[in-house]
Structures are given as C-alpha cells and as structure tokens.
C-alpha cells in the first residue's frame, strides 16, 4: 500500500482508559459486590495512554521511513508520583441538587451550536 502512496487508517494509534460511568465494572452474579473498574483502551496502540511512543510505533515509523519523510519525535514524559490523594464526598449525581448546582436540566436535548451560541451573546 505505502509503495503505491495509498492512505493507512490505524485503530487504535493512542490509547487511553475510560473513567466514570464508561467503565466496566467487577462483581459477582447478583451483584451484591458491585464496583466500577477503571479499563484500558491502549488495545496495544503505537502511543500509549500517556502519549509515550512504544516499540510498535518505532517499527511503524522504520517502515514510514522507508516510504516518505520522518519528523522528530518528542522525548517520553517523565512519570511523577501524585502521592497519596485524599478524595471528599461532594454530592450525588442522581439527586436535583446536585445536578442544579453543576448547570440546567432540560427535558428536550439541546443543540451543542444553539447552546454555545446563547453563551456567546
């Protein structure tokens, strides 16, 4: 493909996790022990979560060489210790409360472009 010049579409080159309420979860079949779990979504990719190269993106980008220019590539990140994070209760995200406190409700769905463009004015 590369000899002919045509495009190459990789999934996935960067990968991440998914947090929140896109995680998996653990527990037990009537799930009494039910808690989320953080998943990773590197499916092996050339970049990894943090956006540092891999071996596979070294012979990727051998085999690019070959085909058509090369550019720097910035230096790995270096990895720090947060140390111990102490995490506080702030509310619950299915009680009115707290979902008025973080912005609107709405029973319709709202256009990204109308919403944007009403705080623009």
Known sequence: MLV?????NMYMF????????TSGAKGNK??????P??????????LNEAGD??????DIRTVNSKYGPVYDVPKNSTKKS???????YWGNI??????SQCGSKTKN?????TTASRTLR
């Open 109 to 113: 769905v709202l256009c990204v472009d």
């Open 14 to 21: 960067h990968g991440g996790s998914n947090f929140g309420y």
């Open 4 to 8: 002919y010049g045509a495009s190459v």
């Open 82 to 88: 947060y140390g111990k994070v102490e995490m506080k």
């Open 30 to 35: 009537d799930a009494t022990n039910f808690a």
């Open 37 to 46: 779990h953080t998943t990773s979504y590197d499916y092996d990719a050339p």
């Open 94 to 99: 299915l009680n009115d409360s707290f979902i």
């Open 53 to 58: 190269t891999t071996l596979k993106y070294w």
